[in-house]
């Protein structure tokens, strides 16, 4: 690593060093929406949750729906980069760092969700005071916090040896660098600290990216209400997250590639293994949905079928057939031929996978609270604007964090593309020769039984 | 210990909802509005649940006064994340509005949806201001509110006796639901005394709990209607 010296990937730190109108206009007009939405939002502050379309049996709705969801799409990063750099898939590089921007990024937005759905948000830290460790709302705080920290600082360890790269460069603001980059020099000690910090964080970080999304299962699996009671929610959820997240991830790559030029680093290979991934967890997702409804159908217990058919044929087969249709048929079409596998197929095939994920999401909370057992009549739920208009506030945050993030920092990073250059050939075909079967033993001593 | 309970006679009601009403006023529930109950935001601690089966001449209309049943295992005390919603030792389910944070995932596990929200700032219009019980305190918006089987008439009961220097007997506490109620359909008591007429209706063959495959083991008790040689549901 040669901070110093221009080097071959100084491309990469093009859209920090200059910056230009584009980053102005973009982050303004992010702004905007999201302070639109705020404005919008205080009516809720003002008035209460009255101004939401919410009801007496739908006590949650878009809140709850884009909570899970954001959540979900968390799971891109942490999880799928702590798992690559396990696996040592050396196609991790260029991806690795902005799976984690999304999983930081989203786990805000989504952690948010909740306080925007309570009914008195000034009194939220009585989960703290007075929190009963029985309530699954209370592990998923834990669970939700847990994963943010670790997933901010395990955004934050690779991302060091960048950041002094940049103060090297005299980058500005210079102050934000020298601050962030820790006093990184590249000795071997800080590299030898660096690589023992990131394979603690990533095997640390696995089973809490599992557990955030099983526990966020549990709210609803807790519970006794028909559609909701169920055991294998945990690791429904789970699949779903990674699944939807793995197409964000997708969706954000293909972006960001057209956007910074970055065709040299994500290449058709990246795209054709992650959109692998995406067809197997697509299936996976359908076998879970599979199971899950048609153990609902077979045992039939009337209030079961009650919010199945709603489901099924009722006033949610819009969105129940939208969403198969979404996560399943087309993607498993476009993503099985290698000549639909193109970068715009897949594309399409991720955007679909993310629609479809949302409308899971919403499959789930809506039909059960719409469907109680003693209700005779159903309920309904239409989201009204304020609901609206946080959604788009929450797309726009996402949206934002990446922009200013790739402002200030490398998307892909450097350092890992630069070790990958230097090192990992001779170590990956070190690797593959220790797979290869030993030689075969000197003819002379033939092998003997007993002895 | 006692153990609050009570038997509504199915056979009796006659389904006017004088028990809604009354239940309304005694515990000072917000008046929300026809445009709100249009929307499903219906203010009651205490409804009338409708079946009708049937039509035309062959119409028929039942009725079934639904209140919180104060589960002996509340599913909603299990998910509160704060304490605002517990068991109490005389087995009444409450709910503390000064801590409830507005979650409404109480609202989303109860199997019989018992608990209403407060989606904005409760109105009293006009006289129902003047008309508000000193007994029972107000709910501020955003906090969730249920059924207390009149908890204070049970507190105001039990000072009378002592003061008149006896203990509480059965008829001592009449909640304003079971006060209201022309038919006398609904009889409130001590569970746990065996001598008392809710624990003897609750025996009665005719006696069943909501829901009670559940396990939540509901302190309400309904008498089934009896049979009139009509077709059933």
């Not at chain 1, 290869?436 to 001593?445: C, F, Q, R, V, Y």
């Not at chain 2, 006659?14 to 909802?17: L, R």
């Given at each position: 690593m040669k901070p110093d010296a221009e080097f071959e990937d100084t491309d990469l730190l093009r859209s920090i060093e200059e910056s230009g109108v584009g980053f102005r206009v973009a982050s303004s007009l992010l702004m905007l929406v999201i302070l639109g939405a705020w404005v919008i939002f205080s009516r809720q502050i003002l008035q209460g949750l009255g101004v939401t379309g919410l009801n007496q049996p739908v006590a949650w709705g878009f809140y709850i729906v884009n909570f899970v969801f954001f959540i979900g799409i968390s799971h891109a990063g942490t999880l799928i980069s702590a798992i690559l750099r396990l696996s040592q898939a050396e196609w991790r590089r260029p991806i690795t760092r902005m799976a984690e921007v999304i999983t930081v990024v989203v786990l805000a937005i989504g952690g948010f969700h909740p306080v925007l759905d309570l009914g008195r948000p000034e009194r939220m830290l009585n989960i703290f005071t007075a929190g009963r460790l029985q309530s699954p709302l209370l592990w998923d705080v834990s669970s939700i916090t847990a994963y943010f920290m670790a997933s901010t600082v395990y955004l934050y360890i690779p991302m060091i040896p960048d950041i002094a790269l940049l103060r090297d460069r005299g980058t500005r603001p210079r102050w934000l660098y020298t601050f962030l980059a820790w006093g990184w020099q590249g000795t071997p000690r800080q590299h030898a600290v660096l690589e023992r910090a990131v394979s603690i964080l990533m095997v640390l970080v696995i089973p809490i990216a599992v557990s955030v999304h099983t526990v966020i299962s549990y709210i609803f699996a807790m519970t006794l209400q028909p559609g909701w009671h169920s055991t294998i929610f945990g690791p429904y959820f789970v699949v779903g997250a990674i699944f939807s997240g793995i197409a964000a991830l997708l969706m954000v790559m293909i972006v960001l590639r057209r956007i910074f030029h970055l065709e040299r680093y994500l290449k058709q290979i990246h795209f054709d293994y992650l959109s692998r991934l995406l067809l197997i967890m697509s299936l996976l997702w359908f076998y879970f949905t599979f199971s899950e409804y048609l153990t609902a159908f077979f045992g039939s217990e009337p209030s079961e079928m009650r919010v199945f058919f709603y489901k099924v044929t009722g006033p949610y087969a819009p969105f129940f057939w939208g969403m198969v249709i979404c996560n399943f048929v087309i993607p498993v079409i476009i993503l099985s031929f290698r000549r639909t596998r193109t970068i715009p197929g897949i594309f399409i095939a991720s955007i679909l996978v993310v629609i479809g994920m949302w409308l899971e999401r919403l499959n789930i909370v809506v039909p059960s609270l719409a469907n109680p057992r003693l209700e005779l009549a159903t309920g309904y739920y239409i989201p009204s604007l304020v609901e609206w208009a946080m959604f788009a506030g929450g797309i726009a945050t996402f949206i934002l964090g990446f922009v200013v993030f790739a402002r200030f920092f490398p998307l892909i990073s450097v350092w890992e593309i630069q070790e990958g250059r230097e090192l990992s050939v001779a170590e990956t075909s070190e690797r593959l020769e220790s797979y290869?079967?030993?030689?075969?033993?000197?003819?002379?001593?033939t092998v003997e039984g007993g002895g | 210990m006692t153990r609050w309970g009570m038997v509504i006679d199915l056979e009796r009601c006659?389904?006017?909802?004088a028990c809604m009403a009354a239940c309304h006023q005694e515990n000072n529930l917000a008046a929300v509005g026809e445009e709100e109950c249009a929307r499903d935001r219906g203010f009651y601690w205490l409804r009338l649940l409708r079946q009708v089966s049937g039509s035309g001449s062959n119409l028929t209309v039942r009725y079934l006064p639904q209140l919180c049943v104060q589960c002996d295992d509340p599913p909603c005390v299990k998910v509160c994340p704060v304490h605002a919603t517990y068991l109490g030792e005389e087995g009444i389910v409450g709910q503390i509005y000064s801590r409830c944070i507005g979650c409404r995932y109480c609202m989303a596990a109860c199997p019989y949806n018992a608990k209403v929200f407060n989606w904005y700032a409760p109105d009293r219009p006009g006289e129902l201001e003047r008309g508000v019980n000193p007994d029972v305190s107000l709910r501020p918006k955003g906090v969730v509110e249920k059924c207390t089987f009149c908890h204070h008439r049970i507190v105001k009961a039990r000072e009378e006796a002592r003061i008149a220097g006896r203990e509480l007997q059965d008829g001592d506490v009449i909640p304003a639901c079971a006060e209201s109620c022309p038919a006398q359909a609904i009889e409130f008591g001590?569970?746990?005394?065996?001598?008392s007429r809710v624990s003897r209706l609750a025996h009665s063959s005719r006696a069943f709990q909501l829901l009670h495959d559940l396990g939540t083991a509901p302190k309400v008790y309904y008498l089934a209607e009896m049979e009139r040689g009509r077709d059933e549901a």
């Open positions: 290869l079967p030993d030689p075969a033993p000197a003819s002379s001593s | 006659t389904g006017c909802g001590d569970l746990e005394d065996p001598d």
